[in-house]
């Protein structure tokens, strides 16, 4: 097999591999803030409900959630798995874990904002959500950054879990091409591809840095 046809073969599963990092940022990214103000919330059963699920989805391993996540509703309700069911349970993993640590970092940040904005907010007449999406938000953005990119790139890498459940992502192709070819050629190419997606991801988030810039401490 020569290297022109490994590179299309290892991009078909990248193609996966984006799939899952494309979804899980949609996913996770919202339901964070939903789980960080969950977190924040005076009321301690809300309050509570969000440290739990926050304790255990960063206590215990991707990999373990992803096995039972997919084979869950086969041992507890004998419910048929199927393939579609594979991507579905990923993406559903993937979400619920990365969404605890976006909370945390969305806590954090919310936490560093001076509590005297809120209260300036109320006297000019701002809503709860005017103060929320336009006010504090922004800053919270600026804030975190740094700490969400680290994240993100982490994600890139996490991806090759899907394994696990029999997703073929970029890591198994390589690992497939790898173990027919008797070589490892696979594995340095699909090393070269998750650099180069990684230093554009990098990139993107640098920008938004500086774009966002005009939000001064």
Known sequence: MDIFTILVLLLKGFLVTLLIFAGT???????GIVVGLMRLSRLK????????FISIMRGTPLMLQLLAIFFGP?????????SEWKIAACLLAFILNYSAYFAE??????????????????VLGYTKSQTFF????????KRILPAMANEIITLVKDTSLAFV????ELMSQA????????????????ALIYWVFNT???????????????YHE
Do not use: D, H, W
């Open 45 to 52: 059963l809300v309050s509570g409900v969000a440290r739990v």
């Open 74 to 82: 086969y041992f507890l309700f004998g419910i048929r798995l199927s």
């Open 134 to 141: 336009q006010i504090l938000l922004p800053q919270v953005i």
């Open 25 to 31: 940022l949609i996913g996770s990214l919202p339901l």
């Open 165 to 168: 459940i029999g997703i073929s």
């Open 200 to 214: 554009v991801v990098e990139r993107v988030l640098n920008q938004i840095e500086t774009r966002m810039g005009y």
């Open 175 to 190: 690992k497939a091409i790898s173990a027919a070819e008797v070589s490892m050629i696979p594995f340095a190419l699909a």
């Open 105 to 122: 970092i969305y806590r954090s940040g919310l936490q560093s904002i001076p509590k005297g904005q809120t209260e300036a907010c109320k």
